[in-house]
């Protein structure tokens, strides 16, 4: 599927936190209908950089644009009643996915989808429940329409936080490692519509720990260490004949256990790549 626009553009994001210099002059670019994994160890920035991108933590230095609206950072000024609008423009343009699913426990899988399209976007609730419902389809949740939270297994829940998502119909989709807080058994229900998703030509960000759904998914894997991209590209060049030695340093200390090799092109051992056939297995701690 061919690529689009440019929908989302960091330029030189650098983030402190007191003293602690946790992103280091990134620049990413997204384009339309592309899915981008964030791969890394724990505190290598990835996280904060997709933060960074709805300003949910702002950048120290340098700016985000998302379709045509462009935030410079300017974490030292109180915010101007135009610096929130464009942050809040840019919040509706980029759906934002987390570990926990945050879902309203009073309200049932319906009311949690049309919340936010009736009260922040002001779309009539016939039309917020029509586009809820085909979501929820999507999702394979639509007889859980009526249920709450409460009764759904964690699986169920990332799935319903999805198709809320959706039915914001955001430029594109952020995911925060969004199967971290699951059972493994629930783990691949969650993937398979992340996976569909990619392969329908959703736009999407993801920060992940899952190296086979990353290779299987992914149009780009982006390899960050020590707040700077170290080495981006395909995932058959970044997670199986990676160029730099930082990410085959990374790949196989959570790719050699119970890895098998592919062969290199280049008459060298390629790094080793999990199985893709079983979802939610191979898990990068």
Do not use: W
Not at 178 to 189: I, Q
Not at 203 to 222: L, P
């Amino acid at each position: 599927m061919a690529l689009g626009e440019v929908v989302v553009s960091a330029t030189g994001i650098e983030k402190y936190f007191g003293e602690n210099h946790v992103l280091r002059g990134v620049d990413l670019e997204v384009r339309e209908r592309e899915t981008v994994m964030l791969i890394g160890r724990s505190g290598s920035g990835k996280t904060t950089m997709l933060r960074c991108l709805n300003f949910l933590e702002e950048p120290t230095v340098g700016s985000v644009e998302i379709d045509g609206v462009r935030v410079e950072a300017d974490p030292l000024h109180q915010r101007s009643r135009a610096h929130q609008e464009q942050i809040r423009q840019i919040r509706l343009r980029a759906g934002m996915l987390f570990q926990d699913f945050n879902l309203f426990p009073h309200m049932t899988v319906l009311q949690n989808c049309i919340e936010a399209p009736t009260r922040v976007k002001g779309l009539p609730k016939g039309q917020a429940v029509e586009l809820a419902e085909s979501f929820l389809g999507k999702v394979g949740l639509l007889e859980k329409r009526d249920e709450y939270p409460a009764r759904l297994s964690g699986g169920q829940k990332q799935r319903v936080a999805i198709a809320r998502a959706l039915t914001m119909q955001p430029k594109v989709l952020m995911f925060d490692e969004p199967t971290s807080a699951l059972d493994p058994e629930l783990v691949g229900e969650v993937l398979q519509v992340m996976e569909t998703l990619a392969h329908e030509g959703s736009t999407m960000i993801v920060v992940t720990h899952e190296m086979s759904f990353a290779h299987e998914a992914a149009d780009r894997v982006v390899f960050m260490e020590g707040g700077v991209i170290v080495e981006e590209g395909p995932p058959e060049q970044v997670l199986v004949e990676p160029n730099q030695e930082a990410t085959r340093q990374f790949l196989r200390r959570f790719l050699g256990r119970g890895a098998a090799s592919v062969p290199g092109g280049t008459g060298e051992t390629a790094m080793p790549i999990l199985s893709t056939g079983g979802r939610g297995q191979g898990t990068a701690a």
